[in-house]
């Protein structure tokens, strides 16, 4: 059975394009794989976020993830410093990783330019420990989207490089999972492109009716179509966009129709939208409270899934202690 392992940071909450994107497919993925879900708590520490916070960042985390419905009956859930394995194989792997090589990272490179204040060695072998993440379940498939290829690519080349140096056959190397070509990327609410944390442009799973209505009716659009089949502007399109994924085909069409007419008003497309968006969010909503006041329950997840992925990645370390070269006395 193949092995899927995907990782999410541990600050901030999931929003439509997690939802849509990702987490809905995984609910599918754990019946056809073994899967890893954790929480990159190590990671967020590059930005050093305050410790009162902390521990409720992975908790809200978690219990969306559990909202969304990952089932930890059937995969592991875990935060990743609870599995100590992964910062032991990052060790090691940092000695295989070369700093002309991260520095040239895509993601690195971005972030020493909105933050040059902070550009700590942690940030910089950032793509190390993912490989740590990845590589301590020997992994094969991996979902990530474009921003996190390169990543891989790290994975992938750290993988062959412990092999050919120890030569071992130890680490499989990690492909990209996509969902296949009916994966719609989820666009912001600004005429943008996607639906992003840092865009500060999303509809996120907890937000309430209120809020949704509030910012759906703020979303940004164009002065209206005027001759027919005059190309639609990026806002449109987007608006479009989500209405196809959270709305009837009938009414998706009737709004089409409304715009090829140009008699379209965006008021009446956004309210629609606004409450077809409740109609996927706000169950969800009510799951992540009840699961976020469930200490017992939330105990009783990470317990099972901490063990499962520790099982996993000893299994993993035995193998690259005896490689290395290290014995006990
Ligand atoms: N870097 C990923 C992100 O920013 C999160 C992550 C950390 C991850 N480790 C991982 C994703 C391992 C997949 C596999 O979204």
Redesign the pocket.
């Given at each position: 059975m193949k092995i899927v392992?995907?990782?999410?940071?541990s600050t901030g909450h999931l929003h439509l394009g997690n939802y849509f994107g990702a987490l809905k497919n995984f609910t599918q993925l754990q019946h056809q794989a073994k899967c890893y879900f954790?929480i990159?708590d190590l990671?967020s520490l590059t930005t050093h976020p305050k410790s009162e916070e902390f521990h409720s960042n992975v908790k809200i985390i978690l219990s969306e993830y559990l909202a969304c419905g990952l089932d930890p009956e059937k995969s592991s859930l875990y935060v990743?410093s609870s599995v100590p394995e992964v910062s032991e194989l990052y060790v090691l792997l940092n000695m295989l990783s070369y700093k002309g090589e991260l520095e040239r990272t895509a993601?690195f490179k971005d972030k020493v330019r909105l933050n040059p204040n902070n550009v700590n060695a942690g940030l910089l072998t950032?793509?190390v420990?993912?490989?740590a993440?990845?590589l301590v379940h020997r992994?094969n498939w991996?979902?990530?989207?474009k921003?996190?290829e390169q990543?891989?690519e790290i994975?992938r080349l750290l993988a062959r490089r412990f092999n050919k140096l120890y030569d071992v056959d130890v680490f499989p190397e990690p492909e990209a999972y996509n969902f296949g070509n009916n994966l719609v990327k989820i666009p912001g609410l600004d005429g943008s492109g996607k639906m992003g944390k840092s865009e500060g442009n999303g509809i996120y799973l907890i937000d309430d009716q209120k809020t949704i209505t509030k910012k759906v009716m703020r979303a940004v659009t164009d002065s209206g179509p005027t001759t027919p089949g005059s190309p639609m502007s990026p806002e449109i399109t987007n608006l479009f966009t989500l209405l196809s994924v959270v709305s009837e085909p009938q009414v998706v069409s009737y709004f089409r129709e409304q715009y090829d007419k140009c008699t379209i008003r965006y008021g009446d497309l956004k309210k629609q939208l606004a409450a077809d968006i409740c109609k996927h969010t706000l169950p969800i909503r009510a799951r992540i409270e009840e699961i976020f006041n469930d200490n017992a329950y939330l105990k009783y997840v990470i317990e099972k899934g901490t063990s499962e992925a520790r099982a996993s990645a000893e299994a993993t370390m035995k193998l690259v202690r005896e490689a290395v070269g290290f014995k006990l006395f």
């Open positions: 392992l995907s990782g999410i940071r954790f990159a990671h990743q993601s950032y793509p420990l993912m490989a993440d990845i992994a991996v979902p990530v989207g921003d996190q990543h891989l994975t």
